[in-house]
């Protein structure tokens, strides 16, 4: 199966590096050069966030995950947490292995709380499977922006999708991006399109591509012709 996992690995050089590897784009490029916001582990947003199992000492009821990392995940829960708070947490998403494993609360703000992993290597290998699932089949996004030559240049990975919209808006008008890298989209949609029109008449070109953009992108010109 080709998949395709971003995340922070170390080959001895001290740098930490992305790698991907799927059908649709190969690169690898240091990791400093490839945030938007530096982090040591990227998140991916979900287009449609998918449930979650919480339970806790008196209470266990359904969630949902705004983003994911290997690290750990923003949670949208009525529910009231307190910052420290251990949960116990279970999710499958794109036919990924189970995970079910202990998170900590380390933020909330309204009703999304912030939540770090407390894993063990088996538990990082299954939430690396889920990553690589939902960035395959396009069911979550990562935008990054790094630079090129001095000029700034988007990366759009997995799904170009309405989740999208704010770090685009904000790479686009905020870090003077010039150029969009699509070569690793694997799904995208009517308000995805939508975003690389405006992008378009704001003098950004549109570089690399995957053929499922391309034929989407096609289509979608060849439907305002």
Do not use: Y
Request: charged share 15%; hydrophobic share 45%; net charge negative.
């Amino acid at each position: 199966m080709n998949l395709v996992w971003v995340g922070g690995s170390n080959d001895g050089d001290g740098c930490d590096k992305v790698r991907v590897n799927a059908s649709f784009m190969h690169f690898e490029v240091p990791l400093a050069e490839f945030t938007l916001e530096q982090r040591r582990h990227q998140r991916v947003r979900f287009g449609h966030p998918p449930p979650i199992m919480l339970g806790s000492a008196g209470w266990f009821g359904e969630a949902n995950i705004e983003n994911l990392s290997l690290s750990g995940l923003m949670i949208r829960c009525t529910q009231p947490v307190t910052i420290g708070q251990i949960l116990g947490c279970e999710f499958s998403v794109a036919g990924a292995p189970l995970v079910d494993l202990p998170i900590q609360v380390v933020s909330r703000l309204g009703d999304v709380f912030g939540a770090r992993f407390m894993a063990g290597p088996l538990s990082q290998i299954l939430i690396e499977e889920t990553l690589l699932a939902v960035m395959e089949n396009g069911l979550a996004s990562l935008l990054t922006v790094h630079d090129r030559g001095g000029q700034k240049v988007m990366r759009i990975l997995g799904g170009l999708n309405a989740a999208l919209h704010n770090d685009f808006m904000h790479a686009q008008t905020r870090m003077a991006v010039v150029e969009i890298d699509l070569a690793g989209v694997s799904r995208v949609d009517a308000a995805g399109l939508t975003l690389c029109r405006l992008a378009l008449q704001q003098g950004v070109t549109l570089g690399a591509q995957s053929p499922v953009f391309t034929a989407a992108w096609l289509q979608d010109q060849a439907s305002r012709a």
